[in-house]
């Protein structure tokens, strides 16, 4: 091999890795500002009525705490609360809606 060719081999080899390189820097501030979204976001409906945007208030109804919107009496569940508000009375027709809500059926 002449000493032009390895000279150019090699040019290509060091582009080839800035252009991996580039794509890694990219993708990590994509990755870094879909997350600065997401935490963004998150900090603007914490707490907040997805159906009017009012502040939610926490309310304990049967020992369970469940957020009731201030505006619109809207009552909104975290994961499990539905669950544990219907017990294991009429499993009947209570599990079988939260099965079918909660794809679990
Ligand atoms: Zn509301």
């Not at 890694?24 to 976001?41: F, H, W």
């Not at 369970?64 to 009429?90: S, T, Y």
Request: charged share 40%; glycine share 8%; with cysteine.
């Amino acid at each position: 091999m002449t000493r032009d060719k390895t000279k150019k081999g090699e040019d290509e080899y060091i582009a080839r890795e800035e252009a991996e390189k580039t794509k890694r820097l990219k993708e990590q501030l994509k990755e870094q500002q879909s997350q600065q979204q997401r935490e963004q976001t998150k900090a603007q409906c914490y707490m907040k009525c997805p159906k009017c945007g009012a502040d939610l208030n926490e309310v304990t109804f049967r020992g369970i705490k469940i957020d009731r919107c201030l505006n619109c009496d809207g009552v909104w569940l975290d994961e499990g609360e539905l669950e544990k508000l219907a017990g294991d009375e009429d499993s009947s027709t209570i599990g079988n809606i939260i099965g079918i809500i909660t794809g679990k059926s």
